[in-house]
């Protein structure tokens, strides 16, 4: 029988891109987004069965209705990837997109991660992958403010998860994507240019599809940022910040 894989945010970037790989694979799909037809172009073009499931996830009930269209089936990945960034000074940014961004980046992610928890821990087996960002590894992001404090909860919750499910001999992985910045429409929705060059969605999937066969809590893509992480965890935190916002603000388009 294949194997049933989940994916939100898949009508763009990383998403479309792990339905890409794991079509490839053999994988069967269910392909969530808030842009059916991107979705049925997307799955035009593979190679496996995929079912197109539009969905506003920055809405509880629409989370819920996922969670209730999985129940009874059996899902052995989910990948947790519905998520946008934006870019500015905090004064200066939009409330409302804001507000927006931590429906889909915390609230919709926490949803999904509990229910969908409980669904693999039910079924004694499965993967869920948080696609988080080296942004949550940081402890803060000036001029991004607002999407790296979303991330470093998906950062936070995850990590804990996946240590509650070790703890009790849980055949069921959990573990979180933090890419650095990678060349996908995140750009134009967050109004940034990134100040370091991107990697590729292609690269960036290989390299979680790797770290979920090995049971990696936390996989940070490209061997350049991760160095930068593990490097920045012995910086002073005020240097950490000031060197963050530094880097932030050549982003700005303005």
């Known amino acids: 029988m294949p194997k049933f894989a989940v994916i939100t945010g898949a009508s ?14 053999g ?20 190679t496996t069965t995929c079912e197109i499931f539009p969905a506003d996830l920055a809405k509880k009930s629409e989370c ?27 004064l200066d940014t939009d ?13 919709a992610l926490h949803i999904l991660t509990k229910q969908v928890a409980r669904i693999l821990c039910r079924q004694g087996h499965g993967a869920l992958l948080n696609v988080g960002s080296c942004a949550g ?28 499910l070790r703890r ?6 959990v573990g979180c994507l933090c890419p650095g910045p990678v060349n996908t429409e995140f750009n134009s929705v967050a109004n940034v ?28 893509p490209g061997r350049a940022v991760a160095l930068g992480m593990t490097a920045g965890r012995f910086l002073p935190r005020p240097l950490y910040i000031k060197i963050a916002a530094l880097q932030q ?5 303005r």
Do not use: W
């Open 12 to 25: 763009s970037g990383i998403g479309a891109e792990f339905a890409r790989q794991l079509s490839a694979r």
């Open 27 to 46: 994988y069967e799909l269910m392909l969530v987004a808030r842009r059916e037809e991107r979705l049925r172009q997307l799955g035009a073009g593979l």
């Open 64 to 90: 819920l209705r996922l969670v209730k269209e999985l129940q009874g089936r059996r899902v052995d990945l989910f990948i947790n990837n519905a998520g946008f960034g934006d870019c500015g000074m905090f």
């Open 95 to 107: 409330l409302d997109k804001e507000l927006e961004m931590i429906s889909v980046n915390v609230r």
């Open 137 to 164: 590894l940081m402890p803060a992001g000036p001029y991004m403010a607002t999407y790296y404090a979303t991330k470093a909860y998906v950062v936070s919750l995850t990590s804990a998860v996946a240590e509650e």
């Open 168 to 173: 009790k001999n849980s055949a069921v992985y």
């Open 193 to 220: 240019k990134f100040a370091l060059h991107g990697i590729t969605p292609e690269f960036c999937v290989r390299c979680a599809l790797q770290g979920i066969r090995k049971h990696k809590t936390i996989i940070v």
């Open 249 to 253: 603000k050549k982003k700005l388009y």
